[in-house]
């Protein structure tokens, strides 16, 4: 499977625990976007990466969540001492490198429950 | 005034009509325009991306950009049942790469 693949699926938390969103580009995509999607609402964009670098990350909250992406493995996408309110589908996005870097493949997702 | 505004719907149509979906945004440095797909439960697909003013085809869809009036459009010939699903307008941020603002999308239904 070339696509964007994520990990895990599905994931629930209790209140408190740390959550960890793994997100793998497609092949030969070096640029990787983390959105969430609350219930009824639309995408919102989090943070933009590239190996090792945090280009974007104006749509992060200031507490509790961080977001790498590491020379090698997956990007991480991090939520520490979860609440109710972090709920949502979080999606993942690559784009390739090169003038049309902002047309972006999405994964299939993460759902997030925080009991 | 909302970043990228779309009709929320529903927008009904039978099988076989032309399906006319709408967005306008407002920042006027945004150079890229994209429709996404979602099913329900689903993650967006990106099904057309439009950078110059005028029209471009691909198969079913077609898409419009109208810069000067910071309007894009998506029209879908042919709309069959599997066709049903929210549209999503997304544009890039002028002067950033890679942020995309989505409108909150417009659920389309294809009546058999």
């Known amino acids: 499977n070339a696509g964007v693949m994520q990990n895990p699926r599905h994931l629930v938390r209790r209140r408190g625990q740390e959550a960890r969103l793994r997100c793998s580009p497609m092949?030969?995509?070096?640029?990787v976007y983390w959105y969430r999607q609350l219930p009824e609402e639309g995408l919102k964009f989090m943070v933009y990466l590239q190996k090792e670098n945090i280009i974007d990350e104006s749509g992060m909250p200031k507490e509790r969540f961080s977001a790498e992406f590491p020379k090698e493995g997956p990007s991480i996408l991090r939520i520490q001492q979860v609440v109710r309110g972090d709920s949502a589908a979080y999606f993942c996005a690559s784009s390739p490198s090169g003038p049309r870097t902002d047309t972006q493949y999405f994964g299939p997702g993460t759902r997030l429950t925080v009991l | 005034q909302k970043e990228v505004e779309q009709n929320s719907g529903p927008l009904s149509v039978p099988e076989g009509a032309i399906a006319s979906l709408n967005c306008t945004y407002s920042?006027?440095?945004?150079?890229?325009f994209f429709w996404y797909r979602q099913y329900s439960g689903k993650s967006p697909e990106l099904i057309m991306f439009i950078y110059s003013n005028g029209d471009k085809e691909d198969g079913r869809f077609t898409a419009q950009l109208n810069k000067a009036s910071q309007y894009v459009s998506l029209l879908i010939r042919d709309s069959q049942p599997s066709d049903s699903a929210t549209y999503l307008c997304a544009v890039n941020r002028g002067g950033s790469q890679g942020n995309l603002i989505f409108g909150k999308g417009t659920k389309l239904s294809v009546k058999p």
């Open positions: 920042d006027r440095g945004s150079q890229s």
């Open positions: 092949k030969g995509h070096s640029h």
